[in-house]
């Protein structure tokens, strides 16, 4: 048995051995800052500025099995801090799993960065301050990607029961079939906040449910851009308070923008219909991820962007973001840098737009850590 460096999925070539290495030593970087500035105001959000930076070093163990899967076991930890704080402002969660992958299926157990997820979550189900906060989904990830599209599910055990902690968890399944320009899919989720253990006084159970069948057109192959795709979707949802009998079946439609050309792009997303959050006053965030602009019947985000530096494993991009909720228009000036080192050493590294969405376009703190 032999033992080397490398890095996650990938070992360093060794001339004096002609079979790849059973047993190597794994690792990943990833660090983020960002200087995020939020001109709003209410009904829905509130005027602030953001300014931190997110450090996730892991280490681990990497194995090849005989049938040519790849074992791994990861642990580290993600420092988060506010800057201008202190120590007493920083936040430390540890990052442990396991992860199988073989000709495409990837099988994630344990505490997993969010960064895995083929897709990133979309803002009506994901928050950026909640995902600034809640770095990794805690339970499962299972995937399956190739040239003809890709699915994936993951459990994130958002809270196991005590009498300080209510138990809650989701359920998050999504997927898409690409033929030639052609994209269709969807995304759906099963969100349950329960109640707290006795003897806290009882508290009701909550669902929140969505599913949003999707179809888009990726002709991004067919013109001289880095991308350009159109994605259209419409959004069922139930939101249920069980011990007020609240029952409410909020739809609509929603529609998303990609274009990118050079080093400048927009993205704009768009959504008319029902509140997606009925019950956002009085439960929040314990209850509804999401962004909080999705309780308007109207919202269109609208964000210019220019990357001053990009490549595969490091970006540095300005966006100028719009707000209209139906009732003002409210801006946001974002300056974000993302260093990773599992893309720096991708060797099957692929610019498809969602991945760009995820990776190379995406507003840091809002879709990834």
């Given amino acids: 048995m032999s033992i080397c460096l490398s890095a996650t999925g990938i070992d360093v070539p060794d001339s004096a051995v002609a079979q790849p290495k059973r047993v190597s030593f794994a690792y990943d970087l990833d660090f983020a800052t960002s200087f995020d500035n939020r001109e ?6 509130i005027p602030q500025t953001i300014l931190d930076f997110h450090l996730a070093p ?18 580290g930890v993600h420092y988060i801090q506010p800057l201008g704080g202190n120590w007493r402002d920083a936040l430390f969660m540890p990052t442990a799993y396991y992860h199988f992958e073989y000709k495409g299926l990837n099988l994630q157990l344990g505490a997993v960065p969010f960064t895995h997820r083929i897709r990133r979550m979309p803002d009506w189900l994901m928050y950026d301050s909640t995902a600034c906060r809640h770095p990794n989904i805690q339970g499962a990830l299972i995937s399956y990607e190739d040239s003809r599209g890709y699915a994936e599910i993951m459990c994130d055990w958002r809270g196991s029961q005590t009498k300080e902690r209510r138990e809650m968890f989701r359920l998050v399944a999504d997927g898409e079939y690409r033929y030639k ?37 990726d002709v991004t192959g067919y013109l001289p851009v880095d991308s350009f795709a159109v994605r259209l979707g419409y959004i069922i949802g139930i939101q249920n308070d069980r011990a007020a009998g609240n029952v409410q079946m909020p739809q609509g439609f929603n529609a998303e923008l990609m274009f990118n050309w050079w080093f400048i792009g927009i993205r704009d997303e768009f959504y008319a219909g029902d509140p997606l959050m009925p019950l956002f006053a009085k439960w929040g965030h314990e209850l509804n991820q999401g962004d909080p602009f999705f309780q308007s019947k109207i919202y269109n985000r609208l964000e210019i962007f220019a990357y001053i530096y990009r490549s595969n494993f490091v970006n540095c991009k300005f966006s100028w973001n719009m707000h209209w909720d139906g009732i003002s228009l409210q801006h946001q000036q974002l300056l974000s840098v993302r260093f990773n080192l599992r893309e720096a050493l ?24």
């Fill in 346 to 369: 991708r060797l099957d590294h692929r610019d498809k737009w969602y991945r760009m969405n995820r990776d190379g376009h995406k507003r840091y703190l809002q879709d990834y850590i």
């Fill in 40 to 45: 709003y105001h209410e009904p829905y959000q």
């Fill in 181 to 217: 320009w052609l994209t269709v899919g969807g995304i759906a989720q099963i969100n349950h906040k329960a109640r707290f253990a006795p003897p806290t006084p009882w508290e009701g159970v909550c669902d929140d449910i969505f599913i949003s069948p999707q179809v888009g057109f």
């Fill in 58 to 75: 892991e280490i681990g163990v990497q194995v090849l099995d005989g049938a040519g899967g790849i074992h791994r076991v990861m642990a």
